[in-house]
């Protein structure tokens, strides 16, 4: 071999061992099939690894109590060159360190919590937030590249308990091909989005907004509306975008179109998902159990009343692969690690550790041991703005809101949070003075108590009754515009010195103090959509009914871990009472509820209690008769008749509230007495096995009764709904009528082409799903030419123009939303003799009316000059008043 040869085999051996030493960890568990698998090799042994820095970090704070939800437990880091990128959900932030040194070099902030480890590629940053947005920084300063609203409009929502999106970004982004995937959203029934975005401009390359509704089989084989939960980390196998659904099975969709190719809702017998999976190293293909995915048991390990149960292969999320070792997280061979381990990366030469309790490690070849830290004690300082907020308002608890920046500083923040227990949100559109606020507290111990939004002041959307104080320090903002924002029986606002209180009950709502008794609760009809959620408060699925009294609901869970006491048809003792805020799910401290407290002073906590808690009418504990609901006028016909709606599993037989009738029915479902409603599921959430779906103080009210269960229902929470405009899209299964039945009788109608399924709205019209897909629903003679044809549905919060007019000039966007494509002619049948007002919808929101005959034969014919895409067609019977 000549010596020059020689020598440049020599390099290039030399430059590829460099390279495997030094290759980068960009995205969680490293690559888009989540493997968790890297070419590098180790400089050393793990257990001959030097401690080369430490750096000490407050730790994230879960959004969920839930094990299987738990996806942002402790920081996920990911690598790039010299950058380690961690998100951070306790300040709100995305941190650059140094891999040689362990320091900061830049911080970018986000508007709301990052649980998600961002993604990195081609010099760049992307990650997505609680706030809605999904962003791109520069990997070497942080700076901006782009911001994408990945979210229709600016709804705010109690969360987990933070301000944030009601459509947060938590489906973990993958990369590859410089194309990112992501998912916003979480509660089917506010609408689900799965995004691919171009990662050089952000531009939208394809959008998925049609699986918040789908039809189909629930646990204990119940039907019902369900839909994707997108809660996990995205992954890639092969030509298919792999979505977590929370507690559910993941859902597949195509890579390329975004087209969905596979979803089931959790039917019996179906896997649970959980926020993990991945696809298979090579040492692992031996453990797949379908479809080339992996999933964990520590992950999907929950208690059911019996006994522990769980899914999945021990220890594929706690175990990576380098090219020449295998770490696993309880026991590493790394030295030095305090603390439980959560979760390992191998990038730039180096070995990176994270723990539960918020270090973050980094272990090379050689090491100075160097410890930094970032978490601070808070000072304790008394400015004077807002010891005066505090001293005038009274509150030390809840929710605080600061509108403007006026007198608005570091102190003054510092201030408030040492004299409060509150958390407090404050709004400015100047982003400087923001950021410099952000990076004055994000370090503290406070600083997950505090939330910073750049917004224009004046026009910043709020939940309603969400905000204990209201501070306004903007003179241009009239304190009338945001008292609905301040919570009843005694939410503050504070402004120019004077104090408003918000004292009393929102009128026309009730309290429910139990017994089986009517609500007159008026404000409680549908469409309804979130308040806010969460599992702070949880309770035993066999549980009694809570009591919901001036706000504040009173429970008490059952002892359900102490089995001694089950037998003879006895269940379990009652543990102490729980006091929860209505309005926003916070639990409230013995201090702020001193009545209520004294009512309970003295509970039973002996007497074991029966298994079931049933209204006097439900005479089997287990098999409930249907339901009986009085009677209605039937929106087709105009005939009086026995109210009855679908109702599938649930042992729960349900309770007529008197305006509503709320029950199981395979999810949390209820019908609106006050419009007809048809079955409405809340999907996602599990309502307990006693009645617990309860109309009360302004809000359908569904508390946390899934303890003791281990079905997979994706969205194991408590939630408050609070009713919308009826813009809001919301579909129902209406129940089923024979053709025979209705045959020469109908005398309005709405017919929806490809819509999920039915709704009915106040002005009288019942509009139905042609073809039928949402369950039970009257069978309608509709025939078209083609025969045939193509149908289309997206969400309509993402049409290209909002209708927002109440009531209506035209149609309803969830009409315009869906519809049949090329149509020449349509046929309606089963029609009650005469004329008619016809109102053609048509996808780009335009609207043609006629007037048309139906003769004896009961049928009218619309045709078209050309093909016609149409959303829906309106018939009501000339001279018919509702």
Request: charge should be neutral; hydrophobic fraction near 35%.
């Amino acid at each position: 071999m000549k010596p020059a040869f020689g020598l440049f085999l020599l390099l290039l051996a030399t430059q590829a061992q460099a390279q495997a030493q030094a290759a980068d960890w960009p995205m969680w568990r490293h690559d888009p099939g989540r493997t968790a698998t890297t070419s590098q090799k180790l400089t050393a042994a793990p257990e001959n690894l030097k401690l080369k820095w430490v750096h000490h970090l407050f730790p994230p704070k879960p959004a969920w109590n839930d094990t299987r939800l738990q996806f942002d437990k402790g920081f996920e880091p990911i690598q790039l060159g010299k950058r380690l990128i961690v998100g951070s959900s306790w300040d709100d932030s995305v941190t650059a360190f140094d891999t040689d040194s362990g320091e900061q070099i830049w911080k970018f902030f986000a508007d709301g919590p990052v649980r998600f480890a961002p993604v990195g590629g081609q010099g760049r940053i992307l990650f997505g937030s609680d706030d809605g947005y999904f962003y791109c920084v520069k990997a070497s300063d942080g700076s901006l590249v782009w911001k994408r609203k990945a979210v229709p409009n600016d709804r705010k929502v109690i969360g987990n308990g933070r301000l944030i999106s009601v459509w947060p970004v938590r489906g973990g982004p993958v990369l590859k091909d410089e194309r990112v995937y992501f998912a916003a959203g979480v509660w089917p029934l506010e609408g689900v989005f799965v995004f691919c975005l171009d990662v050089k401009t952000g531009e939208e390359i394809w959008r998925n907004d049609a699986c918040s509704y789908k039809y189909g089989i629930a646990p204990h084989n119940a039907e019902a509306f369900g839909g994707l939960a997108p809660q996990g980390y995205l992954l890639i196998d092969g030509e298919d975008l792999v979505v977590p659904s929370s507690n559910a099975y993941p859902a597949r969709l195509d890579l390329a179109t975004g087209k969905l190719k596979e979803f089931d809702l959790p039917a019996p017998g179906r896997l649970t998902g959980g926020w993990f999976a991945s696809t298979p190293s090579a040492k692992e293909e031996q453990k797949l159990k379908r479809r080339g995915l992996l999933f964990d048991k520590e992950v999907n390990v929950k208690r059911h009343e019996d006994k522990p149960r769980a899914e999945g292969q021990e220890g594929v999320r706690s175990t990576i692969r380098t090219a020449d070792h295998e770490l696993k997280f309880a026991d590493p061979g790394l030295p030095g690690i305090e603390g439980k381990v959560h979760s390992i990366i191998a990038g730039d030469g180096k070995v990176f550790a994270t723990t539960e309790e918020g270090a973050i490690y980094c272990f090379a070849a050689e090491g100075e041991g160097k410890e930094l830290t970032s978490r601070w004690a808070m000072d304790k300082v008394m400015e004077s703005g807002a010891a005066e907020i505090v001293r005038g308002s009274g509150k030390k608890h809840g929710f605080g809101v600061i509108l403007g920046l006026k007198d608005v500083s570091v102190d003054f923040c510092k201030s408030l949070l040492t004299q409060t227990e509150m958390n407090f949100v404050i709004v400015g559109s100047d982003a400087a003075k923001i950021n410099e606020m952000r990076t004055g507290l994000s370090q503290s111990v406070a600083a997950e108590r505090i939330n910073f939004q750049v917004a224009d002041p004046a026009n910043f959307e709020m939940p309603k009754y969400f905000a204990d104080l209201v501070v306004i320090s903007d003179p241009g903002i009239n304190p009338d515009s945001v008292f609905e924002s301040a919570r009843p029986f005694g939410g503050t606002v504070f402004a120019n010195g004077k104090v408003t209180v918000r004292n009393g009950a929102i009128p026309g709502t009730t309290n429910y103090t139990g017994g089986w008794v009517e609500s007159a609760d008026e404000l409680v009809r549908s469409p309804v959509g979130l308040q806010w959620y969460g599992d702070a408060t949880q309770h035993f699925k066999r549980s009694p009914q809570p009591k919901f009294v001036d706000g504040v609901m009173i429970s008490q869970n059952k002892d359900w871990l102490d089995a001694s006491t089950r037998k003879n048809g006895l269940d379990y003792r009652l543990l102490e009472p729980m006091f929860t805020d209505v309005y926003t799910g916070r639990t409230f401290s013995a201090e702020e509820v001193p009545v209520l407290r004294q009512s309970f002073a003295d509970p039973d906590l002996k007497t074991v209690q029966p298994s079931q808690y049933r209204p006097p009418k439900q005479k089997n504990d287990w098999k409930p008769d249907a339901p009986k609901a009085g009677t209605r006028k039937n929106p087709l016909t105009g005939e009086k008749e026995p109210r009855v709606f679908p109702k599938s599993y649930g042992c729960d037989g349900g309770f007529d509230y008197g305006k509503i009738y709320s029950m199981r029915s395979g999810t949390a479902a209820f019908y609106d007495k006050m419009n007809e409603s048809g079955t409405i599921n809340i999907a996602g959430p599990r309502s307990g096995c006693t009645n617990s779906v309860i109309p009360a103080n302004g809000l359908l009210n569904l508390p946390y009764f899934y303890e003791g269960c281990t079905c997979s229902y994706p969205l194991p929470s408590a939630l408050a709904l609070i009713s919308m405009p009826e813009k809001f899209e919301q579909w129902t299964s209406w129940g089923d009528m024979p053709a025979e039945k209705l045959a020469g009788k109908i005398q309005r109608l709405g017919i929806n082409f490809g819509a999920p399924g039915d709704r009915k709205t106040r002005d009288g019209t019942l509009w139905l799903d042609i073809p039928n897909v949402g369950g039970p629903s009257p069978q309608i003679e509709v025939a078209t030419v083609p025969e045939k044809p193509e149908f289309f549905y997206q969400h309509s919060l993402f049409l290209p123009q909002r209708m927002s007019s109440e009531p209506r000039e035209k149609t309803w966007p969830w009409v315009v939303a869906s519809g049949a494509r090329g149509l020449n002619s349509i046929t309606i049948g089963g029609l009650k003799t005469g004329d008619y007002k016809v109102r053609l919808v048509f996808p780009d929101e335009q609207v043609e009316d006629r007037e048309l005959t139906a003769g004896s034969a009961g049928k009218i014919q619309i045709d078209f000059a050309e093909p016609t895409d149409v959303s829906g067609i309106e018939l009501v019977q000339v001279g018919l008043v509702k």
